[in-house]
């Protein structure tokens, strides 16, 4: 059994895509990933098929009832979850998200992944970010990157940071973003290089149903 916790270095560069391809590398490969995603904002329940998690219970192949197993705090603004769950008056209990994250990963076969929010240091309540979930939870991690100018310094910056927090990074997944006007494997060199001993894989920009790229194989091999 094995858990990884996924995060990145902010939103929206690919954590739900990167996940969405092990799972189904996974299941070409006659395994078993699963997923959950404790805390989404910008979430609206009309719209469930292009949300995280409703996007996660696809690739599972799980039905829509399952919703509250995978992801417990939903809130509609899309803002940080912080900034989110004030605006409903419902803030999020950080010791409940832990104790839900870890009854994930206790008795889970195969691979569970649990998708953080936002990037590691975006605040979950008045006290605690990413980075305090990360470390209560000590899982290895995966930190997914973009492709975009301007990436390198942020993943960077994130690395250190990880790393002040004694957090094991298993790779680094440089997402390639839309439009990017530096080359993908250029990218992924310049980080490795100042990235120690962590991996760095580059995953080219697909086409939504493409079969499983085999980067995915590479990364699930660290795992
Ligand atoms: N390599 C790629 N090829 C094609 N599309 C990609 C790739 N990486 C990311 N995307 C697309 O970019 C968009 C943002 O990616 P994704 O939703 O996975 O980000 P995220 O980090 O999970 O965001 P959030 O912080 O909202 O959870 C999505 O439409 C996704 O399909
Ligand atoms: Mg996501």
Redesign the pocket.
């Given at each position: 059994m094995t858990a990884i916790f996924v995060t990145?270095t902010?939103?929206?560069?690919?954590?739900?895509?990167?996940?969405?391809g092990l799972i189904r590398y996974l299941c070409t490969a006659g395994r078993a990933g699963d997923a959950i995603?404790p805390v989404?904002s910008?979430f609206d329940p009309q719209d469930l098929a292009s949300s995280?998690p409703g996007?996660l219970l696809d690739a599972l192949g799980r039905p829509a009832a399952d919703l509250d197993r995978i992801s417990r705090w939903r809130f509609a603004a899309p803002l940080s979850p912080a900034m989110a769950a004030r605006r409903e008056g419902r803030p999020i209990d950080f010791n409940a998200l832990i104790d839900f994250s870890r009854r994930a990963v206790v008795g889970h076969r195969d691979i569970m992944f649990i998708?953080g929010?936002?990037?590691i240091m975006v605040p979950i309540d008045d006290t605690h970010t990413v980075l305090d979930w990360m470390s209560a939870m000590r899982l290895p991690l995966l930190l997914?990157a973009?492709s975009y100018v301007g990436t390198m310094s942020h993943t960077l910056t994130a690395l250190q940071v990880l790393a002040r927090r004694n957090l094991e990074v298993a790779a680094v997944v440089v997402?390639?973003?839309?439009d990017s006007a530096a080359p993908l494997e250029e990218t992924v060199a310049t980080i490795a290089r100042f990235a120690d001993a962590i991996e760095v894989i580059g995953?080219?920009?697909?086409?939504?149903d493409a079969s499983p790229h085999p980067a995915f194989g590479r990364i699930v091999a660290l795992l």
């Open positions: 990145a902010g939103t929206d560069v690919g954590k739900t895509f990167v996940t969405v995603k989404v910008g995280d996007i998708e929010v936002g990037g997914i973009g997402s390639e973003s839309a995953i080219p920009r697909l086409p939504r």
